[in-house]
């Protein structure tokens, strides 16, 4: 293996908060195009799955780069209890370095995934194939927490916030209300994988009976999308989950005004898109 950190320039990266470039920095402005990222990873037995989705984060060139230039080390969280001191993300590092040389046309990550199956033995059980989405999720959610920058979390969020914030929004625009809801999720968690990936979605509930609504504004790392027979284009899946859904029987909602369970209906809109959008296709 021939790429290491000290052979990268000094100056290509400068990932300040809020000073993303993710269509500028690509791994292959300083490497040669040709080779680099074409590194295969050998399958070491019903590992497909753990193969394909660290794949795919390493091919997002941003994400890459950001490891390969060693930037990571100043944001690692050595004290967070959801994290692991670092330990991922450092494994993580060592990976874009071996996917990202030109000596070698593929890798064994042995040692990697003895360590993933340290941090997550469930997605390894049996040495079976597992969901690729499951695994994608949880290292995301990993490489998040060994790289959140909030070293101190802040007590959860309170009922009276909550409602605290409601009041702030109310009568305003709803751009106060998702707002508001961003920063909660800030104070908690803040990496360079929320820069880079994190979109919020607005979900809004109406009551059929009396027309109350009630929106809520979550955050995402990635968005699944259902793919049903007769789809052509990602765009027909992308209009399926955002269609108008009716909540009845089972799937009633309480409408407070009502004081009752009632028909309703359930429409989920993007409301904040992240420069990188990861779809999972179901
Ligand atoms: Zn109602």
């Known amino acids: 293996m ?6 990268l320039p000094d100056d290509t990266f400068d990932f300040a908060d809020g000073d993303i470039l993710p269509t500028v920095v690509r791994c ?8 680099a990222g074409r590194v295969g990873l050998a399958n070491l037995g019903n590992t497909c799955f753990m ?8 091919h997002l060139e941003p994400l890459a780069a950001y490891f390969l230039s060693g930037s990571y080390k100043q944001d690692i969280n050595h004290s967070s209890k959801m994290g692991r001191k670092g330990e ?5 590092a060592e990976l874009q370095l071996a996917l990202w040389q030109t000596e070698q046309s593929h890798f064994k990550p042995k040692e990697l995934r003895a360590k993933l199956a340290g941090f997550a ?16 999720a949880f290292c ?5 927490e060994d790289l959140n920058r909030v070293q101190v979390q802040p007590p959860p969020t309170t009922e009276q916030e909550l409602e605290e914030d409601e009041k702030r929004a109310a009568h305003r625009d709803e751009e106060v209300a998702a707002a508001l809801a961003w920063l909660r999720h800030l104070e908690r968690g803040k990496s360079f994988l929320v820069d880079l990936m994190q979109g919020q979605l607005r979900s809004s509930l109406k009551c059929k009976q009396c027309g109350h ?10 968005l699944s999308l259902p793919v049903e027979f007769g789809m052509h284009k990602l765009t027909d899946a992308l209009e399926k989950y955002l269609e108008e859904e009716n909540l009845v029987g089972d799937e009633q909602w309480f409408c407070e005004r009502c004081d009752a369970k009632v ?9 904040k898109l992240p420069p990188i959008l990861i779809l999972q296709l179901k």
């Open 263 to 271: 028909d309703a209906t359930k429409k989920i809109d993007l409301w």
């Open 213 to 222: 609504q009630s929106k809520q504004f979550d955050p995402f790392l990635y």
């Open 140 to 144: 995301l959610d990993g490489l998040h």
């Open 2 to 7: 021939s790429a290491s950190s000290s052979q």
């Open 51 to 58: 193969n394909a989705g660290l794949q795919c984060l390493s």
């Open 121 to 136: 033995p469930h997605l390894f059980e049996n040495g079976d194939q597992q969901d690729v989405h499951e695994f994608l």
């Open 88 to 92: 991922f993300a450092e494994a993580f």
């Open 28 to 35: 292959s402005d300083f490497f040669d195009a040709q080779r």
